[in-house]
């Protein structure tokens, strides 16, 4: 909660006890905790009321008038009379019951709190749009319409002054970031007020600050969201590599992602869905896989053309395009894994517990990351089979961790900001949840893109149970 929302629970909390005290003390606070509901609650109302402070208000307000009305009739000389205890208990049980379910909605759905990133570099972040002229978009039914992405890039940056503004979660405006609020929201079934607080929060980059002035070059690690997914949907995870000297290129799929609003103001909305027929489901999925797949590989394209000025850009001769990792969440690690058979360009893949969709061939040659929930009698039983297919017949050692107490949205931003139900968030908690994913990932990373020494074997178990898949073995 604000500041601004604790003065007014503390006020309205206040205000109900108030009745309780001694007459001496009665007026003075009575008339103090309602000075600072009321003007905390017209504060509120100019900054803009979230939807968990309205049973707060509402408590206060109930209370008020029992609270003000005896020291209004002894100000007229007129006898005061007050309720007998036993009936008021139950009035004053009920305003805090009210009162009380404003914090616990604001624990349940809060403005989501970015952890800092622990590497030696600030990030900046910059949203780029580009168009593919030889891919016509498939999604609708214009000849002349060509397959356009939206990503956003996080990169090691120069520090900014102590004060300036952080970067907007969702979006580059307020408005971009409730549009697809709303829709991420309507995609899994919520009212959008529900999740009002995820709009208002900041990251820890800062929207298009100068890049690090040290020299080096970044490896390349792009990212493709889950079905319905946005590209800032793993905001965490990709300040954490970007602290660490990555520069991370997150994708928003056009027709696929909830909302992507274009340079042009358009915003273009999910079609995709399930069909409800498990075959058709699966063959949906797989040509979703393969337009995810050919957009990753025309961003990397960019990226390289980015790298050598053409244009020249900020981040021109910075990056390390021979060392590229592809990943992705959900549906979107079904299109790394994709990608990396049909791209040579990729060195490793990361894939944040996504079915494998799409053909399996040819097998996959650079090593794979694969991060997953544990299995459960609700997970689909083809899923593991599937995934273990493919890290099986690669020619290079894949790992797979099951990390314990994790849930599929555990590998987003969900934690953050969702309901901390197990079996929606997993039970790592809001610190731990991105920190272990990101962890993992680095490690990984660290290995795979820049040769460093260590064992992943060794290392990667301290995330979770370690799969170790190695050339021509079978498990």
């Known amino acids: 909660m604000s500041p601004l929302e604790i003065l007014a629970l503390l006020g309205a909390v206040v205000l109900v006890v108030a009745r309780w005290l001694p007459p001496a003390a009665r007026p003075r606070v009575t008339i103090a905790a309602g000075a600072v509901l009321l003007l905390s609650a017209i504060a509120l109302g100019v900054a803009g009321i979230r939807w968990q402070m309205l049973p707060v208000l509402a408590g206060g307000a109930f209370a008020l008038p029992f609270a003000l009305f005896p020291l209004l009739r002894r100000r007229t000389g007129r006898p005061v009379w007050r309720a007998r205890w036993w009936l008021a208990l139950p009035g004053s049980v009920a305003c805090v019951g009210l009162i009380a379910t404003g914090p616990v909605a604001a624990w349940a759905f809060p403005v989501p709190v970015f952890p800092e990133p622990s590497g030696d570099f600030a990030v900046g972040t910059r949203v780029v749009q580009w168009t593919d002229p030889l891919r016509p978009e498939t999604f609708t039914a214009d000849p002349d319409d060509r397959r356009t992405v939206v990503v956003q890039l996080w990169y090691p940056a120069q520090r900014s002054p102590a004060g300036v503004q952080r970067a907007q979660y969702l979006g580059r405006t307020e408005h971009e970031a409730r549009t697809v609020s709303d829709a991420l929201a309507r995609g899994?079934?919520?009212?959008?007020?529900?999740?009002?607080?995820?709009?208002?929060?900041?990251?820890?980059?800062?929207?298009?600050?100068?890049?690090?002035?040290c020299g080096g070059r970044f490896p390349v690690v792009l990212f493709s969201p889950g079905s319905g997914g946005v590209r800032t949907q793993n905001t965490a995870w990709a300040e954490e590599l970007a602290s660490h000297g990555y520069l991370v290129a997150a994708l928003d799929h056009p027709y696929d992602s909830a909302a992507?609003?274009?340079?042009?103001?358009?915003?273009?909305?999910?079609?995709?869905?399930?069909?409800?027929?498990r075959d058709k489901d699966e063959e949906l999925a797989a040509g979703w896989t393969a337009v995810r797949a050919a957009d990753l590989g025309f961003v990397l394209t960019q990226l390289d053309a980015l790298d050598r000025g053409e244009p020249a850009d900020p981040l021109s001769g910075r990056l390390d395009t021979g060392r590229v990792a592809v990943t992705g969440h959900s549906l979107g690690g079904a299109a790394a894994l994709q990608a990396a058979r049909q791209d040579r360009r990729f060195d490793a893949v990361?894939?944040?517990?996504?079915?494998?969709?799409?053909?399996?061939?040819?097998?996959?040659?650079?090593?794979?990351?694969?991060?997953t929930q544990a299995v459960t009698p609700a997970t689909d039983p083809r899923y593991l089979p599937r995934l273990t297919e493919a890290l099986d017949s690669s020619t290079a050692t894949s790992y797979r961790i099951t990390i314990p107490g994790a849930a599929h949205l555990t590998f987003m931003d969900g934690p953050l900001y969702l309901p901390p139900v197990p079996s929606i968030v997993g039970s790592l908690g809001?610190?731990?949840?991105?920190?272990?994913?990101?962890?993992?990932?680095?490690?990984?990373?660290?290995?795979?893109?820049?040769?460093?020494?260590?064992?992943?074997?060794?290392?990667?178990p301290a995330y979770g149970e370690l799969s170790v898949h190695r050339p021509g073995d079978r498990h």
Do not use: C, I, M, Q
């Open 188 to 213: 899994v079934g919520l009212p959008g007020f529900l999740v009002d607080g995820v709009p208002r929060a900041r990251s820890h980059s800062v929207f298009n600050a100068p890049v690090d002035g």
């Open 350 to 371: 990361v894939d944040l517990d996504g079915y494998p969709h799409g053909p399996t061939s040819p097998a996959l040659d650079r090593p794979a990351l694969a991060l």
């Open 260 to 277: 992507v609003v274009l340079a042009d103001g358009r915003t273009v909305t999910s079609e995709t869905s399930s069909s409800g027929d």
């Open 430 to 460: 809001r610190t731990e949840s991105p920190r272990v994913v990101a962890a993992a990932t680095l490690a990984f990373l660290e290995a795979t893109l820049r040769d460093k020494p260590g064992d992943l074997a060794g290392v990667l």
